[in-house]
C-alpha cells in the first residue's frame, strides 16, 4: 500500500518519469480563472420569434396575402392582422401547411378585422432555451480550445449556466473577452437618405437605428465614439461564414481579419454588393460598427475584410470568435474568481511553510512526550500525508489552498488516534501489565472510540464535499483523505510496528 | 514526559455552575453582537458584490486607492490592509456586481496607479453576482442543515445503542422538516425548526448523552459565530466550511469523554455519577488536552504564515477548537449530571 502511495506521488516531484498524472493543483494556487455563465436563453426564444415573424411576412407577400400588420410583442408572440375572408383563408392555409410549430393562442373578429395572436407552446421554448445552452456551450469550447488553454473545465451548470475554469491562464481580460463576446456578426446598409444629425436629437426613422463606431487611442487610452445611422434590416450574418484569418495589411502594415463565405453566402454577398453599388454597408459585431466603407463595385469573390485599428491579438481573438460561431443568445457573467499567478504561488509557499512548520512542532512534540513511541507516531505520521497526497494523485483530485489547510488541520488531528492509544497503554502499564498485555488492552479499548470519534469529522467532510465549490471541495477531500489516512496508520501501521518490536526483537521495555 | 499527573483530580464538576455563567455570557455576548451588527457580516460570496487585491510597489495611503475607484464611478467601496502592512497590499471590496467587464482589472489598475502614485498589480478580482450569492447561500444552508441532520441520527443511536430509536429519530425529524418546508422556504428557519425538534426529542426519548454532545456543539457554534461577527470578520464559503469542522471537531472531544463516562458506569456501581463524570474527565484530561494541544500547534501555524486568504479560516478553527475543548469538559458532561440530578430527585 505504502509502496503504490509512493508510486502514485512520484509524477508530482518528477514529472514525466510516469506515465501517471501528477496532482491538480487549484485555481487559487496555481492562478486562473474562474467563471459562472447566464446564457440568456430568453433572448434565444426571442430572436427565434423575430425570426419566424420575418418568415410568415416574407411567405405573405410571396403568396400574395394582405395584411394590416404582423409584429412581434414583448411577451413572446406574435400578432398578425388582416382584413378580408379570401386573405384570411390563405393565411389559415400557410399557417397550417409551413407553421404547425405555431400555436394559435386568440382569433378575434372585430367587423371584417382579424387579429390572430400566435406563440411557441411551452415544450418548443423549453427545447429552444435548451438547445441555446448546449449550443453556447460547444461554442465557448470551441472558442477555448482555438486560444489554446491547458485542461480548461467547461460545463453545463443548472439548466442555463455554464461553469468555465481555466487553470493557468494569464491573460485573464483576453480569455474573457473571448468567452463573452456574442459574436453575432451582421451586414447592414447605412441609411444614407436620413439625417443623422435629426435622429441623434431624437428622431430616428423607422426601419434604421443609431449604432456607434467605438475606437480607444492607444497612447491616450481614450474612447472615440462615432455614431452612424443603420438600417435593421439584417442583409447577411455571421452565419454564412466559412473561414476567418488574420491577415496583415501591406500598406498600413495594420491587421485585419479577412473572411470567407460559404456558397450561399458568398451569392447573397454578390447580390447586395451589386445592388448598393457606391452606397455604405455597415460591418457591424455585436451592435458595434467595425467599418463601413462605400461598396466600389460587386463583390464575387465571397471574401470581404474587416478593419478596425485592431492590435494583432485583439484581430487573433476576433478571427477565432467568427469561426467558432456566434453564441446563440447573449451571455452575462454572473460569477468571476480570478487569481494571478504571483498569488497563487505566494499561497502555495505560505500553505507549504505552515504545512512544515506545523508538522515540525508536532512531531517534535510527540517525540519528546512519548520517547521512543512518539517516533513511531512520527512515522505513522509521515506516512499519513504520504497517503494524502497518493489519494489526491489517484482520485485526481485538486488540491486547493484550503486544501492544504485540511492537510495541516490533519497533521494536528492525526497523531490523536496515537496519543488515545498510548495513554491507554500508559494507564494499562500503571496498573501493572506488561508492556505486551499493556499494548494489546490499550489498542482494543481505544479502537472503537478512535473509530467513532473520526466517524463525526468524516460526515461534516462528506456533506462539504456534496455542497461544497472548488476551494472548498479541495478542503472536503484532503480532510476526508487525511481522516481515513488516519485510521490507516494508527490502527494498523503503528500496531504492526510495535508488534514488531514487541515479539520479534522480544523488547522488554516500552519507551512511551 | 507528562503534562496532566495520573493522579490529578480536578473537580470540574463542581465548578460547573461557573463554567455555565461562563459559557452563558459568552452566548449572550455573541448574540447581542450579532444582533447589534444586524446579523452576522456576509463576504461577497453570499450577498454578491466585488473584491479586488491590489499590491502596490511602495506604501499608498487608503484614501487615494479609494480616489482611484472613484474615478471610475464606483464609490462605495471598502478597503482594509491584506496580511502584513509592509507589503502594501490591499482588498477593496464594493458590493456592487456585474462591473467586471471588458478590461476591467487593466482600467483598475491605471486607475489606481494614478490616483496612488505606484505601481499596482492586481492580483485577485472575485466578482459574485446577486443570484449565484444567494444559490451559495442556499448550499451553505443546505451543507449545514444535513450536516446537523447525519450527525443528529449519529449521535442519537451512538451512545446508547438505540439505533431503532435513532431511527424515530430521523424519521420524526425529516418528517417535521418536510412539513415545515410546505409553509417556508427560508433555510435558516427549517435548521432552527430541526434543532428544536431534535432538542425535543432528545429529551423525551431520554437520550441525555446525545442532549448533551448537542448542546454542546450548539454552545461552540454559537460562540464561534459570535466571535466572528465581534471581529467584525466576513463570512465566506471557507468559514462555513470551517464551522462544519468544528462541529465534528467537537463532537469527537465529547464522545471520547462520554465513552469514558459509560465504561466506568459499568465498572464503578457504587461511586455517584458525580465523582464518575469527574474521574472520566480526569482520566482523559490529559489526552484531551494533547490532542488540542497538537491541533492548536498546527492551526497557530496556518494562522501566523498562512497568508491573508486563510487568515479567517485559521481563525474560525482555532477558537472552534479551544472552545470546542472547553465544551467538552465544562458543557456536556455537567449536562449529563444535571439531567441525572433531576430525574433523581423525583
Do not use: C
Request: charged content about 20%; cysteine-free; proline content about 3%.
Amino acid at each position: 500500500m505504502i509502496v503504490a502511495s509512493i508510486i502514485y506521488l512520484l509524477p508530482t516531484f518528477n514529472p514525466g518519469i510516469w506515465p501517471h498524472k501528477k496532482i491538480n493543483l487549484g485555481l487559487d494556487l496555481q492562478g486562473g480563472m474562474h467563471l459562472v455563465l447566464e446564457v440568456q436563453v430568453e433572448k434565444a426564444v426571442e430572436s427565434t420569434l423575430e425570426r419566424i415573424s420575418h418568415e410568415i411576412r416574407a411567405d405573405m407577400r410571396k403568396k400574395h396575402i394582405r395584411f394590416l400588420s404582423i409584429e412581434r410583442t414583448g411577451d413572446n408572440k406574435i400578432v398578425i392582422k388582416l382584413k378580408g375572408q379570401e386573405n384570411i383563408d390563405k393565411l389559415n392555409k400557410l399557417l397550417d401547411a409551413d407553421y404547425r410549430d405555431l400555436r394559435i393562442v386568440t382569433r378575434e373578429n372585430q367587423g371584417d378585422t382579424l387579429t390572430m395572436v400566435l406563440d411557441l407552446p411551452e415544450k418548443e421554448v423549453a427545447l429552444i432555451k435548451k438547445m441555446a445552452t448546449d449550443q453556447a456551450l460547444e461554442t465557448i469550447r470551441n472558442r477555448i480550445d482555438q486560444f489554446g488553454v491547458s485542461e480548461p473545465d467547461i460545463r453545463i451548470q443548472g439548466t442555463n449556466r455554464i461553469l468555465i475554469q481555466l487553470p493557468g491562464v494569464k491573460d485573464t481580460r483576453r480569455a474573457k473577452d473571448l468567452i463573452g463576446k456574442t459574436a453575432l456578426l451582421e451586414f447592414k446598409l447605412l441609411d444614407e437618405t436620413h439625417d443623422l444629425n435629426a435622429a441623434l436629437k431624437g428622431k430616428v426613422p423607422p426601419g434604421s437605428e443609431i449604432l456607434y463606431e467605438v475606437k480607444v487611442d492607444p497612447e491616450t487610452g481614450r474612447t472615440i465614439k462615432t455614431p452612424y445611422l443603420v438600417r435593421k434590416r439584417t442583409l447577411l450574418t455571421g452565419a454564412n461564414l466559412k473561414d476567418a484569418r488574420v491577415q496583415i495589411d501591406s500598406r498600413y502594415n495594420e491587421p485585419y481579419v479577412s473572411i470567407e463565405f460559404d456558397k450561399k453566402g458568398g451569392r447573397i454577398f454578390a447580390r447586395i454588393t451589386g445592388e448598393n453599388v457606391h452606397k455604405r454597408l455597415a460591418i457591424v459585431l455585436d451592435n458595434r460598427v467595425y467599418s463601413a466603407p462605400v461598396i466600389q463595385e460587386k463583390i464575387t469573390g465571397g471574401q470581404a475584410r474587416i478593419t478596425g485599428n485592431f492590435t494583432t491579438e485583439e484581430a487573433h481573438d476576433l478571427a477565432i470568435v467568427l469561426r467558432a460561431g456566434a453564441l446563440p443568445a447573449p451571455v452575462k457573467i454572473l460569477e468571476e474568481r480570478t487569481v494571478g499567478p504571483s498569488l497563487g504561488s505566494d499561497s502555495i509557499r505560505q500553505g507549504l511553510m505552515s504545512m512544515l512548520v506545523g508538522g515540525a512542532l508536532v512531531v517534535l512534540f510527540m517525540l519528546i512526550y512519548y520517547r521512543m513511541s512518539g517516533l513511531i507516531a512520527d512515522i505513522a505520521l509521515f506516512f499519513n500525508i504520504v497517503l494524502i497526497g497518493a489519494g489526491l494523485a489517484g482520485f485526481q483530485a485538486t488540491l486547493t489552498l484550503p486544501g492544504i489547510a485540511g492537510i495541516i488541520l490533519t497533521i494536528g488531528m492525526a497523531v490523536d488516534a496515537n496519543v488515545l492509544i498510548f495513554e491507554r497503554i500508559r494507564e494499562e502499564l500503571r496498573l501493572g501489565k506488561t508492556p505486551r498485555a499493556a499494548v494489546d488492552a490499550g489498542y482494543d479499548r481505544a479502537t472503537l472510540t478512535i473509530l467513532d470519534a473520526n466517524v463525526t469529522t468524516l460526515i461534516a467532510a462528506l456533506v462539504l464535499f456534496q455542497f461544497g465549490t472548488g476551494p472548498v471541495k479541495g478542503f472536503a477531500v484532503t480532510l476526508s483523505l487525511g481522516v481515513i489516512a488516519s485510521l490507516f496508520t494508527a490502527l494498523i501501521m503503528t500496531r504492526s510496528i510495535f508488534d514488531f518490536l514487541l515479539t520479534k526483537r522480544k523488547m522488554k521495555k516500552l519507551s512511551i | 514526559m507528562e503534562i496532566i499527573k495520573p493522579d490529578t483530580h480536578i473537580d470540574f464538576s463542581g465548578k460547573r455552575k461557573i463554567a455555565f455563567s461562563i459559557s452563558g455570557l459568552m452566548i449572550l455576548i455573541s448574540i447581542a453582537s450579532l444582533i447589534f451588527h444586524g446579523g452576522p457580516k456576509y463576504g461577497i460570496d453570499f450577498a454578491g458584490g466585488t473584491l479586488v487585491q491590489i499590491k502596490f510597489h511602495g506604501p499608498v495611503k487608503i484614501p487615494d486607492i479609494k480616489k482611484g475607484f472613484k474615478s471610475m464611478g464606483i464609490t462605495s467601496v471598502t478597503v482594509q490592509v491584506f496580511g502584513d502592512p509592509k507589503d502594501n497590499e490591499y482588498l477593496v471590496r464594493t458590493d456592487k456586481s456585474g462591473i467586471t467587464n471588458e478590461g476591467f482589472s487593466d482600467k483598475i489598475k491605471r486607475a489606481v496607479t494614478a490616483a496612488t502614485g505606484q505601481e499596482a498589480q492586481i492580483r485577485r478580482v472575485e466578482m459574485v453576482g446577486p443570484q449565484v450569492g444567494k444559490d451559495l447561500q442556499e448550499k451553505a444552508l443546505f451543507a449545514i442543515f444535513y450536516s446537523l441532520l447525519f450527525i443528529t441520527i449519529y449521535i442519537s443511536g451512538r451512545f446508547e445503542y438505540k439505533w431503532m430509536l435513532s431511527g424515530v429519530m430521523a424519521a420524526a425529524l425529516m418528517g417535521a422538516v418536510y412539513a415545515l418546508s410546505l409553509f417556508t422556504e427560508s433555510i435558516a428557519i427549517l435548521i432552527g425548526a430541526a434543532l428544536l425538534v431534535t432538542l425535543v426529542l432528545f429529551w423525551f426519548l431520554e437520550l441525555k448523552y446525545a442532549m448533551g454532545a448537542i448542546v454542546a456543539l450548539i454552545h461552540d457554534v454559537t460562540i464561534t459565530v459570535g466571535l466572528f461577527s465581534l471581529f467584525n470578520k466576513e463570512f465566506t464559503l471557507p468559514i462555513i466550511a470551517a464551522l462544519l469542522t468544528i462541529i465534528g471537531y467537537s463532537l469527537n472531544d465529547t464522545i471520547i469523554v462520554f465513552d469514558r463516562i459509560r465504561e466506568n458506569l459499568r465498572r464503578q456501581h457504587k461511586s455517584s455519577f458525580d465523582t464518575i463524570i469527574n474521574n472520566s474527565i480526569n482520566q482523559t484530561l490529559s489526552r484531551t488536552i494533547l490532542t488540542s494541544g497538537t491541533t492548536l500547534f498546527t492551526i497557530i501555524a496556518l494562522f501566523v504564515l498562512g497568508g491573508g486568504i486563510i487568515h479567517d479560516f485559521a481563525f474560525a478553527l482555532l477558537v472552534g477548537v479551544v472552545v470546542g475543548t472547553y465544551s467538552s469538559i465544562y458543557v456536556a458532561s455537567p449536562i449529563l449530571l444535571a439531567w441525572q440530578g433531576k430525574t433523581h430527585k423525583k
